[in-house]
């Protein structure tokens, strides 16, 4: 069902005003829909490709001046859905949270999904914007598998190495990512920092590490001036079936 309440007034005149809320508890997510609702809204469906149904609130307003511009809001609830995790491309289900478009601003509040048997945490801004949208997020995550889907949200420079190693087994993380899309003649910039605990990770860079436990710290920074810094401590390895700590 979908609730619709509100004032409209002198839409014939040059300063039409209204104060509209739509709501629905729970909104099958489909092609109609998507052509439906606004461009920008459009932008932020094919950025996450959810599927499912949503909870949604949309505020829609305009004040009675002849030069008002009309202004949009709309909180979305997530009902365990399917989505693809953005500009990371990381596949989730079951998603949880809700997020809160203001442009050009979208919120994301305390969404939790999960991939497989690994849970997924992201809390963040990001700001859409034609020429490239800028985000800053806070992600974490408990159980994950070193996968390829995993890889894909990596840089392109620690992937390539990574890749190389084999690598497989189980991680929990936290990080924060600030990136900026270019403009104004300045190029993009990425800044990644994670703390990743590796609960039970194997290598083969042409020798057999296996059984690996402890903690890696990364700094990264893509951009006109790259960098990138890590440190690692590990409390367990099993070299050729040998197992040191």
């Not at 497989?116 to 949208?133: C, K, M, R």
């Not at 006109?224 to 079936?241: V, Y």
Request: aromatic share 4%.
């Amino acid at each position: 069902t979908v609730e619709i309440f509100g004032v409209v007034k002198d839409l014939a005149t040059e300063t039409p005003s209204y104060d509209v809320t739509v709501e629905s508890p729970r909104l099958t997510l489909n092609d109609e829909l998507r052509k439906a609702v606004p461009a920008t809204i459009t932008r932020i469906w094919d950025l996450y490709q959810p599927t499912g149904a949503l909870g949604l609130r949309l505020e829609a307003r305009r004040e009675p001046e002849v030069n008002a511009k009309p202004t949009l809001e709309m909180t979305v609830t997530c009902l365990g859905n399917t989505a693809i995790a953005g500009a990371l491309e990381y596949p989730v289900s079951d998603l949880t949270g809700s997020i809160h478009y203001h442009a050009p601003f979208v919120d994301l509040n305390h969404l939790e999904a999960k991939h497989g048997s690994a849970t997924i945490q992201v809390h963040g801004t990001i700001e859409l914007d034609p020429a490239g949208n800028d985000f800053n997020l806070k992600i974490g995550g408990t159980g994950v598998p070193f996968d390829e889907a995993l890889l894909r949200t990596m840089p392109e420079e620690f992937r390539n190495l990574l890749i190389e190693q084999h690598p497989n087994g189980t991680l929990d993380f936290t990080a924060g990512v600030n990136h900026r899309s270019a403009r104004n003649n300045m190029p993009p910039s990425s800044v990644c920092d994670a703390e990743i605990r590796l609960i039970d990770v194997g290598l083969d860079p042409g020798i057999a590490l296996a059984e690996m436990q402890g903690k890696i710290l990364v700094q990264c920074q893509l951009g006109a001036e790259a960098r990138f810094i890590g440190s690692i401590n590990l409390d367990q390895i099993k070299i050729e079936n040998k197992t040191l700590s």
